[in-house]
């Protein structure tokens, strides 16, 4: 058994002017997106998602890795990942977080890019043309700022009421021009002030 795809959908987005200043090395950011039907419904309350899980997210992890990769011109030029769902009106946010919160599914998108930070994420409820939001950071540093970003997008007939939007983010850069340090820039000025 495998997911019931709808459409495959995907958002490039370059950015060379940040701020009103150019930049000599433009950020892109890709977006994947799948549209499944939801397995869970017409059920009623299903208690183990595990089956549907087992059979299923492995194999479109792998296939959602391999055409962002391509997407952006490999998984070497990725700093930036990140993933999202979106359930429709007559799911559960459950259903969304079963799909993208495994293993079977996110190891794939770790293990191509070599990353060591984990998958940011989110998962929401929505109808046709909701904004989709993938949350970023760096593939192996969680604590540089400059690489919290966020590439939003949408789908105009998606998720209708019985479907899931499963999407995976990745960006070549961090925002342009970024200026407010990282995680252990303020830890140390902290650390300076308490000591004084």
């Not at 795809?5 to 009103?20: A, L, N």
């Amino acid at each position: 058994m495998s997911f019931e795809i709808r459409k495959i959908v995907s958002y490039v987005e370059e950015t060379f002017i940040e701020g009103g200043k150019a930049t000599d090395k433009p950020v892109t950011m890709v977006g994947l997106a799948v549209v499944i039907k939801n397995p869970w419904l017409g059920r009623g309350f299903v208690e183990d998602l595990k089956p549907e899980i087992k059979a299923n997210c492995s194999d479109l992890g792998a296939m959602m890795v391999e055409r962002l990769t391509a997407a952006i011109g490999g998984a070497n030029k990725i700093e930036a990942y990140g993933k999202a769902a979106v359930v429709g009106a007559d799911g559960e946010i459950e259903h969304a977080s079963a799909v993208i919160h495994t293993l079977r599914f996110g190891n794939h998108y770790r293990q191509a890019v070599n990353a060591k930070s984990y998958l940011s994420f989110t998962n929401k409820r929505g109808g046709p043309g909701t904004s989709i939001q993938i949350p970023m950071m760096h593939k192996d540093d969680e604590g540089l700022r400059s690489h919290y970003i966020t590439l939003e997008m949408q789908i105009e007939d998606a998720p209708r009421a019985d479907e899931i939007i499963v999407v995976l983010g990745a960006a070549n850069g961090g925002r342009l021009h970024p200026r407010i340090g990282n995680r252990y820039i303020d830890l140390e000025e902290l650390a300076a002030e308490q000591a004084q």
